[in-house]
């Protein structure tokens, strides 16, 4: 079993996803995981209760991520990230875009 690079920490938004060891570039760091639901279903869930997990994958599909399950829902916005989103396989990973150090929230935009 591959030993996880992320711990789940306090940042100074509240929750976030900090690297326990070196990430490198272009690495993937975790799946953004959680059922997959229409998207117009996830603006009405939005609206209705607020949920704040969504990552919507294109105007017809959306992730709901409110899952303690899904780690990737810790990674925190940043106007100057250092991973960024991609879909692979109809997935949503997170993917280093510079070398994370150990400690370093990961961030993405």
């Known amino acids: 079993m591959r030993e996880r690079?992320?711990?789940?920490?306090r940042s100074a938004t509240g929750l976030g996803l900090f690297a326990t060891a070196p990430i490198a570039k272009g690495a993937l760091i975790v799946e953004y995981s959680g059922r997959r639901i229409p998207t117009h279903e996830a603006r009405v869930r939005e609206a209705?209760?607020?949920c704040r997990y969504m990552f919507e994958i294109d105007?017809?599909?959306t992730?709901?991520?409110?899952?303690?399950?899904?780690i990737g829902r810790y990674a925190n916005h940043a106007c100057r990230p250092n991973a960024d989103s991609i879909l692979a396989k109809g997935k949503v990973f997170l993917r280093a875009i510079k070398a994370i150090k150990p400690g370093e929230e990961i961030t993405y935009d």
Request: net charge positive; aromatic share 10%.
């Open 48 to 50: 209705r209760t607020g």
């Open 63 to 70: 992730v709901d991520g409110s899952s303690r399950r899904n």
């Open 5 to 9: 690079r992320y711990r789940i920490g």
């Open 59 to 61: 105007n017809r599909w």
